[in-house]
């Protein structure tokens, strides 16, 4: 049971390429989650789906588009990066109901010069 | 749209000495959840409180949860320089319930 995986691991841009971080989870949960995590601003979300089929904007959306593919993979993709986008990005996947607790994939760090 | 707020953002403890930190939401929660972050890692799930005014523990880590649903703290007895980490608390709204937002989390350090 691999849980939430994400890739790549490491990354490194150039201001204006643009990539897609991908998520996939194997536990057939309904909502998937994209943050980020910059130093001493703890984990801010940008954007959420809580079902296969609807994504909405979290706290920070600008810049990012996402797309829920299916129920297990929710992708996150940057047009043009700038450098204000380096941080670590974890995909995080939660079920409705009583237990909601969320299960965080490793992380992508993410450097944009 | 809602805000959790954690306090305090870092803390630095001599190993044995207690250590609390404390989360406010703006908004009502259906349930708070607390996560452990080691340096370098991914947010690992602890625990889930559900009810008004619960108390759960787990060896030296003691959860309450706000009779109002709406704050939250995390108190650790005796820390051990095992406890070193970013502690962060989520909870989804009430009304809402699939939105999951996160506190900014307090950045643990035990001295030997």
């Known amino acids: 049971n691999a849980g939430v995986t994400q890739t790549p691991k490491f990354q490194v841009l150039k201001t204006g390429q643009s990539m897609t971080l991908q998520c996939a989870q194997d536990?057939?949960?309904?909502?998937m989650y994209w943050y980020r995590q910059d130093p001493g601003m703890g984990l801010r979300l940008i954007y959420y789906?809580?079902?296969?089929?609807?994504?909405d904007k979290g706290e920070v959306p600008n810049g990012y588009n996402v797309s829920r593919l299916n129920k297990r993979e929710f992708s996150l993709r940057l047009e043009s990066a700038a450098p204000s986008q380096t941080s670590v990005y974890f995909c995080?996947?939660?079920?409705?109901?009583?237990?909601?607790?969320?299960?965080f994939g490793q992380g992508t760090r993410l450097t944009v010069v | 749209g809602q805000q959790v707020m954690q306090i305090p953002q870092y803390q630095h403890v001599q190993e044995g000495e207690d250590f609390t930190t404390y989360c406010n939401s703006s908004?009502?929660?259906?349930?708070i959840q607390w996560y452990k972050q080691r340096p370098g890692g991914h947010p690992v799930f602890l625990i889930q409180?559900?009810?008004?005014?619960e108390v759960k523990k787990q060896k030296r880590l003691t959860f309450q949860f706000g009779e109002a649903k709406k704050n939250s703290s995390l108190h650790i007895t005796a820390t051990q320089t095992t406890d070193v980490g970013t502690y962060f608390c989520?909870?989804?709204?009430?009304?809402?319930?699939?939105?999951?937002?996160f506190g900014e989390g307090t950045q643990l350090t035990v001295n030997p």
């Open positions: 995080a996947s939660s079920d409705l109901g009583r237990h909601t607790e969320a299960f």
């Open positions: 536990m057939n949960h309904n909502s």
């Open positions: 789906s809580a079902s296969e089929g609807t994504t």
């Open positions: 908004t009502t929660l259906s349930n």
């Open positions: 409180l559900v009810k008004s005014g």
């Open positions: 989520a909870g989804p709204e009430e009304t809402s319930g699939s939105r999951l937002t």
